[in-house]
């Protein structure tokens, strides 16, 4: 007896696939299978037999918090798009060797039950590598200390063995979700945008297929991604493989698809990263992408026949130590911001902007719009300003009794990976020794990605790979300790080649190599630990404040202070952080994740309603540069991802 789901909507089909089969019926008559398949006479995709084109968008459930993943689901829906797009990030889910998590953000069943809700069907993409402009392309950093000389993305043995063991967790999860077995999951990407990464390595790429296809079978269709001038090490065999390419002339898009068919004869077109928006990277502008093009190229390519899914429809935030960055060029390093706004249809607060509605518009002329009203913008509010104090630096007695995780001696500086440590900061300190020069030049081989020094406590430049600043001259007068603390402005994710984190070559003062380093490393992924410092202060606040207010404004320095808010004040807000320096901002324990105004674009950090609290709010910065008077803090009450350049 065959067991056959009947049900209407996929939503509830995927309730009768929860409820364990109770809502099965026997039949062996009439119902057709499900299946989302390739009709390559026809070049479309067909679901249970019918033409299927569509269209769709991203949106990363690892970008915005689970409770606000539903409304931005039916937003998306509202515009009349079938499809959500994600990414799976590894490294969330299992961020260390053995550990795993798929709980709050990372609830990923979660968020595809709720978009099979919606009415949306789902496109995964597990990578393993995602780029996606998360830390390490989104694969895990012990990966690079269990391994320090694994090549990623490679037929490399320790590699596969590591996505096998990742492969087995994840997608046996999955495949519950699958179209053939009656859930909202049509399609599953291998790799990503492989045909740009150096390797070129096709056995690889066959073998992650079919340890893709051991789960997904038949049940969804494989798919590959690549931008059309690169599809010579991104096509693989009896894989659909669709292309991303933003806004363009008609001849361009013509001269795409053209492409696409000398490697792949016949099928369905599909562009799989249609980029209404773009990303964008602390030093440069915010980068806008006007709307009028974007709909040309949509209305076009709907009237090729293709399927388009847009990334980013919803981009949300890089929260925490989540950003990556690029390497926009040979010895380039270019950090992302933290919004990852995108200049998408929806903005960072998931809120429909005008150029969702101009988009919603388009696609109703050649899809039915479902019968959903797109969802109002939430509410957005100004808080009062509020004056942050120092209560700590964090290489003083108490920051590192409290904040830091480990101390060691060692002859060499040692990598951030080597000591196992995935993010925040890595203290080095060591004796300078006796020249008779001044000044003298101290000098980094290689540094990643930015390093505070102090000597004798006291703040005297920043080396930065982001501007290729390697070298400071030190004056004998300043004395001979020397702190050098080592900032991970996050890995590399595209171009990727193991971005280890930390001194990594030799330091030299003048022609001498510096040895004998104390060691001490704080990656701040622990807000217990700062609770426990903040503890301490309020106890004996006199404690840790040992330097002059010059230094304490100067960082690398904790600022803490408590609000209170009423029930009427929880709402997204945006914090400013105008005046500031450099850092990190918590508030109730969340990382919001990283603030650099000096430079911009971004001035604002969006802070989710959700984090707050009605009665006492705790706010909590570390600023490595620059505190303002009084530690102000101000709230807008709409974002600032345009400042510093007029
Ligand atoms: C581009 O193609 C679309 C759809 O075929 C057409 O409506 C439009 O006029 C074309 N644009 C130009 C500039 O030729
Ligand atoms: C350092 O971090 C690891 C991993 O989170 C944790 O297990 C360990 O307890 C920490 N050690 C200290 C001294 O904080
Ligand atoms: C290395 O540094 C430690 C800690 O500062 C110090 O106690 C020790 O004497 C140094 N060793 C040498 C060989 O300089």
Redesign the pocket.
């Given at each position: 007896m065959k067991k056959i789901l009947l049900c209407i909507s996929i939503a509830t089909q995927l309730y009768a696939l929860l409820a364990e089969g109770q809502q099965t019926l026997s039949a062996e008559n009439e119902v057709p299978p499900r299946v989302f398949e390739i009709d390559y006479e026809n070049n479309r995709f067909l679901m249970d037999g019918k033409n299927f084109q569509f269209i769709g968008g991203s949106f990363h459930y690892f970008r915005a918090l689970p409770e606000t993943w539903q409304r931005k689901l039916r937003t998306m829906r509202a515009a009349g798009l079938q499809v959500v797009t994600t990414y799976v990030e590894w490294s969330l889910h299992n961020p260390r060797d053995g550990i795993y998590d798929f709980t709050g953000i990372a609830d990923l069943e979660l968020f595809i039950k709720l978009a099979a809700q919606e009415d949306l069907y789902v496109i995964l993409r597990p990578g393993p590598y995602i780029c996606a402009e998360r830390d390490l392309g989104g694969f895990p950093y012990w990966l690079l200390h269990k391994y320090p000389d694994i090549n990623l993305r490679t037929y490399d043995l320790n590699y596969r063995h590591e996505v096998t063991k990742w492969y087995q967790v994840l997608m046996t999860k999955m495949e519950k979700f699958l179209y053939g077995n009656g859930g909202p999951i049509i399609m599953v990407q291998v790799e990503n945008e492989y045909g740009s990464y150096f390797a070129c390595d096709e056995k690889y790429r066959i073998w992650l297929r079919d340890e893709t296809s051991r789960y997904v079978k038949d049940k969804a269709v494989l798919f590959t991604n690549d931008g059309p001038g690169v599809l010579r090490c991104g096509k693989i065999p009896n894989v659909l493989a669709t292309l991303d390419f933003g806004e363009s002339?008609?001849s361009t898009i013509d001269s795409n698809w053209r492409t696409l068919r000398r490697y792949q004869p016949a099928g369905p077109l599909m562009n799989s990263e249609y980029y209404p928006g773009w990303l964008t990277h602390w030093q440069e502008e915010m980068q806008r992408v006007p709307v009028q093009p974007v709909l040309?190229s949509l209305?076009?390519m709907i009237?090729d026949g293709a399927s388009v899914n847009f990334y980013m429809f919803y981009g949300g935030t890089n929260f925490g130590f989540t950003a990556g960055a690029n390497e926009g060029g040979p010895g380039r390093y270019d950090s992302d911001v933290t919004s990852y706004d995108y200049d998408a249809p929806m903005d960072e607060a998931g809120d429909p902007t005008e150029k969702y509605f101009a988009i919603r518009k388009l696609i109703s002329k050649y899809f039915p719009l479902p019968n959903v009203p797109v969802p109002n913008p939430l509410p957005k509010i100004k808080l009062p300003d509020i004056n942050l104090k120092p209560i700590s630096i964090i290489f003083n007695p108490n920051g590192r009794r409290y904040l830091a995780n480990f101390t060691k001696q060692s002859n060499l500086p040692m990598s951030f990976e080597s000591l196992d440590q995935n993010s925040g900061f890595i203290l080095y300190e060591t004796k300078l020794p006796r020249i008779n020069r001044d000044p003298v030049l101290l000098k980094f081989a290689d540094l990643r990605d930015r390093a505070y020094i102090y000597v004798n406590r006291r703040f005297v430049g920043i080396i930065s790979r982001e501007n290729k600043i390697y070298s400071i001259p030190l004056s004998l007068s300043l004395g001979d300790e020397l702190q050098i603390l080592v900032e991970n402005e996050g890995r590399i994710n595209y171009g990727l080649a193991n971005d280890f984190k930390g001194i990594l070559g030799n330091v030299y003062y003048d022609t001498m190599v510096l040895v004998n380093f104390t060691i001490t490393g704080f990656p701040l992924d622990n807000y217990v630990k700062m609770e426990e410092l903040i503890t301490a202060y309020k106890t004996n606040p006199g404690d840790d404040l040992t330097l002059s207010a010059e230094s304490l404004k100067a960082g690398p320095a904790v600022f803490y202070s408590e609000f209170n808010l009423d029930r009427n004040q929880i709402f997204d807000t945006y914090l400013d952080s105008t005046g500031w320096g450099k850092g990190i901002v918590f508030i109730n324990g969340f990382n919001l994740g990283r603030y650099w105004p000096l430079v911009g674009p971004q001035i604002t950090i969006y802070v989710p309603r959700e984090v707050l609290r009605v009665g006492v709010n705790k706010i909590a910065m570390i600023e490595l540069q620059n505190a303002p008077d009084a530690g102000l803090v101000t709230f807008s009450n709409r974002p600032n991802l345009d400042g510093n350049f007029y």
């Open positions: 002339p008609n040309d209305e076009k009237l």
